[in-house]
């Protein structure tokens, strides 16, 4: 047998005597002959430990690590090497959802820790045990709206959001029914007087905003929220999770719904994922709220401990009546998330940003000291930005990356622009010797 | 498990002034995060937890020891296939060479896109359909997915009176709650008593608004639907679609696949069936796979395999690649950030080369053949309600009644005392209360990787637990008792509801 099967001859045949059939096949007699495979699959046969290890080694090294200065929802912060080490435990990974509290402490306890710290990082009252990533948040966040405002199914989106989230909602919205506007941008942010005029028609769910935007720029959300609340719409902030250390917080604005991708905090960029969608809201709306939630309550010995509850809003329960039909989320990234802040501290958070703003803004001034950049906003930014490029900005792209240099991403409706990131692994030198490569490009 | 180290939060292991991080210098001068208007800044602090890195890790080794896995010991949970995922797996999906950023050009990612391709074509082949995409987390995700498929299949016909889905009272919770999320109706259909579908009350709910119909077989009950070729035909006569829930695919592994059952859209959970780990709640993975002819209704993006014809006019203009990344217009739309968690794809991947054609339908085979053994150890203590072959998991309906399991009675002994009372003798429960069918629903998968020691062990401490429901029933209700905490106030929880430390 195969070294996962423990099954030996013996055991085979003293399990099928006590069920009473003759073969393995035999198991399957009910199965109406006509729709039984009758052939071996085809696909490829069984391999040792050392040939796939090989195979796979010589995939991974078929890709080209590129030294990474982009970003639009994905950032290659450090990762501690401590927090891969304790989420090898497979204690932690190999374990279910946590239905069975009395043997799942471990896994509770730090989803606690990681709604403790999200509900902070935002300025939210609670958070839920993650989502997908940082788009379906949003998009959940969209169908939150829609469902707490019961009779409306309108709900506006910045232009300015991440493209891939604004693709994401659009996808839900088209299928749930939900009326998505986008609202108009003005000088690379939302235009508010375009978000009040559609807000003062009194049909509208909610408002969903970006903080960076997809071009890097810090929006100004003031007054926001007291027009969405006046006309009894719900305002929600997709915000990258790193910034909201330092920024200022969706519930400072004022914000219902805090949502996003926490991907920045310690998750590796893994060319997409596993990432963790967070989505945080205030204590009111709770019973509105998608996913999993752990609280807090007492043993039989009156210990803190720690369940899964508030399950009748899940769709094990309520079934099509659910607020989402969300069942395994990211759960386990909730665990790098928990002991990345836990390192990270208060400190290290302002650190990490200080360390990204300063070498994106010494990036961004030596790109435009070049001469083959234009700025086409003045906004302030945090550790994105967005430059038009004189020359062709995809070849440039293309050639730079054959030089081991991954220079943001195309900015999508910005004719020749890049959308360009840096975070704390982004040395002087690294940015140095890639933007003497960019003169050296041609024109 | 760990009492002496049980309970702390690691807020309440902070102490200010130390930190478990280092960086580097700031070699920019000049820049400071202050030349930001006030008003852009933060105002409240933060309360995250000042540890240093000892703290942290001690922390959270300590809980690692409060928590039971896989590797831990025997994890019957129905429906959620808890086998051994391997340690290779883990090993490779950590390679420096997969971290990329996702927005890397086509060309510099051909290694994770070749990867991606190849998985897909293995999961077609294994479920007897035309082409997967891997964007959807989890099963959840893939049956919104795979909905979302059956409607724009049905709306690029002009078709738009189909907002009706099908779906057995049996079915898995998530089924009816992806379908209200995609927008559909639900239309329930009654099981018989054996708990297949009423094919007789199937037909009069068949007509011109339905979209489609979704099943899992073998179903919930852990029992195949041999009547599934006439109800497909029925379901395509009316012009609606089929949908496959992969929860239950691992005992069909290589024996009946679902396109060859007459389904046309289904979704796997990599999670389940090709042995990545749950995590504690995921990240999983749910591709979806179509019939030939839907491909088309695929989310956005695909990744596509360069023709050899075109693949020269590449070369020769920019870019020598075999793999490229491609949007549709006919596209449902994005459901994902971009190619969905492709570190938990690599991880099935090593799973799928690593069993290949030989061993693969092994997998399923004896993952019946150990879910029968347990069924038919445990009959005799154990109310049986449908006594049938069963493939990967069946179902008992609670203690027979001369153990205490007389349902009548007010003072019974419950699945959920039976369920708690298997954590004392360290084994993880059943899935309880689910199906919905009967009231004492006790839902047992052993999966293939238990050997017939475990199997045993697991047999006699049920018959020893049911010998103590008739002694002794307060043991049981009162249970556990060796865990590192006691059974929880759920009531507690809701009625003074805590999500954060701070309202602790």
């Known amino acids: ?443 | 498990m760990n009492r002496e180290y049980y309970g702390k939060l690691i807020f309440e292991l902070s102490q200010p002034g130390r930190k478990g991080y280092s960086l580097p210098k700031n070699e920019f001068k000049g820049y400071s995060l202050l030349q930001l208007d006030a008003m852009s800044l933060r105002q409240t602090p933060t309360i995250l937890p000042e540890a240093d890195e000892l703290t942290v890790v001690r922390h959270y080794t300590n809980m690692s020891n409060n928590n039971f896995g896989v590797d831990t010991g025997f994890y019957p949970l129905g429906s959620c296939t808890m086998k051994y995922n391997p340690k290779l797996n883990e090993e490779l999906a950590a390679l420096p060479g997969f971290n990329q950023h996702p927005l890397t050009p086509a060309k510099f990612a051909q290694g994770s896109l070749k990867l991606y391709d190849e998985v897909q074509k293995t999961l077609a082949e294994i479920a007897g359909l035309s082409r997967f995409t891997l964007n959807p987390y989890a099963g959840a995700h893939g049956e919104l997915t795979g909905l979302m498929v059956i409607r724009s299949y049905h709306m690029s016909r002009g078709d738009v009176a189909r907002t009706k889905i099908i779906v057995p009272d049996s079915a898995h919770g998530t089924n009816p709650a992806s379908a209200a999320v995609c927008g559909l109706q639900i239309v329930e259909v009654k099981s018989l008593a054996d708990g297949t579908v009423d094919v007789e009350a199937l037909k009069p709910l068949l007509g011109p608004d339905i979209a489609g119909m979704m099943m899992t077989n073998p179903n919930t009950l852990g029992l195949f639907e041999t009547r599934i070729p006439e109800i497909a035909k029925l379901v395509h006569e009316c012009g609606g679609l089929m949908y496959y829930d992969g929860a239950n695919l691992n005992p069909m592994l290589g024996v009946c696949r679902p396109g060859d059952m007459g389904f046309d859209v289904m979704h796997i959970n990599l999670h389940k069936t090709f042995s990545t780990p749950h995590g504690g709640g995921g990240p999983g993975s749910g591709p979806v796979g179509v019939r030939k002819g839907l491909e088309q209704f695929l989310p956005n993006p695909q990744v596509i395999k360069v023709e050899s014809s075109k693949l020269k006019v590449e070369n020769l203009a920019s870019g020598e690649v075999d793999y490229e990344l491609s949007c549709k217009d006919e596209s449902l739309g994005y459901v994902s950030f971009f190619l969905g968690n492709f570190a938990i794809i690599v991880r099935a991947y090593a799973y799928l080369l690593s069993l290949g054609k030989e061993n693969i339908p092994m997998a399923g085979k004896l993952s019946v053949l150990n879910a029968n053994y347990i069924k038919e150890s445990l009959r005799s203590h154990y109310k049986l309600p449908i006594d049938t072959v069963c493939k990967h998991e069946f179902v008992f309906d609670g203690l027979r009644e001369e153990y205490g399991g007389d349902h009548h009675s007010p003072e019974h002994v419950t699945t959920l005392d039976v369920a708690k009372r298997l954590l004392d003798y360290g084994f993880h429960a059943p899935t309880i209360y689910f199906p919905l069918l009967f009231h004492e629903a006790m839902m047992i998968e052993p999966t293939e990787t238990e050997s017939k020691e475990t199997l045993d062990a697991f047999i006699a401490v049920m018959k020893r637990i049911a010998e103590e429901a008739k002694a002794d029933p307060e043991l049981l209700k009162s249970a556990p008792h060796s865990t590192p905490v006691r059974r929880m106030d759920d009531v507690k929880a809701v009625k003074e509801p805590k999500f954060t430390f701070k309202s602790l």
């Open chain 1, 1 to 443: 047998m195969y070294k996962y099967f423990p099954h030996t001859a013996d055991d085979v045949q003293q399990m099928l005597d006590v069920i009473g059939v003759r073969t393995l096949d035999d198991l399957y007699a009910e199965i109406p002959e006509e729709i039984k495979l009758h052939r071996e699959l085809d696909i490829p046969s069984e391999k040792s430990e050392i040939e796939v290890r090989r195979i796979i080694q010589d995939l991974a090294a078929m890709n080209k690590p590129l030294t990474c200065f982009a970003g639009a929802g994905c950032y290659d912060h450090y990762t501690p090497s401590v927090v891969p080490f304790l989420a090898s435990r497979s204690e932690f990974s190999t374990s279910y959802t946590p239905y069975q509290a009395e043997i799942s402490q471990g896994t509770l306890q730090y989803i606690f820790e990681y709604q403790t710290m999200m509900a902070d990082l935002t300025g939210m009252d609670i958070s839920n045990a993650s989502m997908y990533d940082g788009s379906t948040a949003t998009a959940e966040a969209m169908m939150m709206c829609m469902a707490a405002a019961k009779k409306r199914n309108r709900v506006l989106i910045s232009e300015t959001i991440q493209p891939a989230v604004m693709a994401v909602c659009k996808t839900y919205a088209k299928f749930h029914g939900v009326d998505l506007v986008a609202v108009s941008e003005k000088n690379g942010v939302m235009d508010k007087e375009a978000a009040r005029e559609l807000i003062e028609k009194d049909d509208v769910a909610g408002l969903i905003v970006c903080q960076p935007n997809r071009y890097g720029l810090i929006e100004d959300f003031t007054g926001l929220a007291d027009l969405c609340h006046e006309h009894k719409a719900l305002l929600a902030v997709n915000t990258v999770a790193s910034a909201l250390a330092v920024l200022k917080t969706p519930g400072e604005w004022g914000a219902d719904i805090a949502c996003g991708d926490a991907q920045s905090l310690g998750i590796p960029m893994g060319y997409g994922g596993p990432y963790i969608g967070y989505l945080c809201t205030k204590e009111a709306l709770v019973r509105k709220m998608p996913g999993r939630l752990v609280g807090a309550t007492t043993d039989a010995d009156g210990r803190r401990t720690f369940v899964l509850t508030m399950q009748a809003r899940e769709q094990h329960i309520r079934r099509e009546k659910a607020t989402s039909n969300i069942c395994t989320a990211q759960g386990f990234m909730c665990l790098y998330v928990a002991a990345y802040l836990s390192l990270m501290g208060p400190e290290g958070m302002k650190e990490v940003n200080e360390l990204s703003y300063a070498s994106a803004h010494y990036l961004h001034d030596e790109l435009l000291k070049t001469g083959r950049f234009e700025e086409i906003f003045d906004g302030p930014y945090l550790n994105e930005f967005t430059l038009r490029y004189k020359g062709d900005a995809k070849a440039l792209r293309m050639a730079l990356a054959e030089e081991g240099y991954l220079l943001g991403a195309p900015t999508l409706f910005c004719d020749g622009c890049l959308t360009i990131a840096s975070t704390e692994q982004r040395t002087r030198q690294e940015i140095d010797n890639m933007v003497e490569l960019i003169k050296n490009v041609a024109l």
